[in-house]
């Protein structure tokens, strides 16, 4: 698995996994551009499987086309101390190699892009 550090916005990359990160404080909350890509439907997921954001805590969807990415995994990155955004770094490589994605993009914005 390759990691790069790249300018470009995080949903416009063709990677096999996109992980966004999402805090406790607002473990809803998603950069617009990817709850606008898949209708408002992925935050309305997140709140109906009450995803809380806890550190290394993760959902996973397809993305079924709609981004470049093959995979979008929401990571929570607790209250985004070092050690939890260690943890959700980690969550996200270890779905990674289970998934047997040769690439991953790792986005720590919890906002609008």
Do not use: H, N
Request: proline share 4%.
């Amino acid at each position: 698995m390759t990691f790069d550090v790249l300018a470009s916005g995080p949903l416009t990359t063709a990677v096999d996994l996109l992980a966004v990160g999402v805090s406790e404080d607002a473990p809803t909350r998603l950069p617009e551009e990817l709850d606008k890509a898949f209708g408002g439907e992925l935050s309305k997921l997140l709140a109906t499987d009450k995803f809380k954001g806890k550190a290394g805590a993760t959902s996973a969807v397809r993305s079924m086309g709609r981004l470049p990415a093959k995979w979008i995994l929401v990571v929570g990155t607790g209250k985004g101390s070092v050690e939890d955004v260690r943890r959700a770094a980690g969550a996200a490589g270890s779905y990674a190699r289970t998934q047997g994605c040769a690439s991953m993009r790792l986005a720590l914005t919890g906002g609008d892009e």
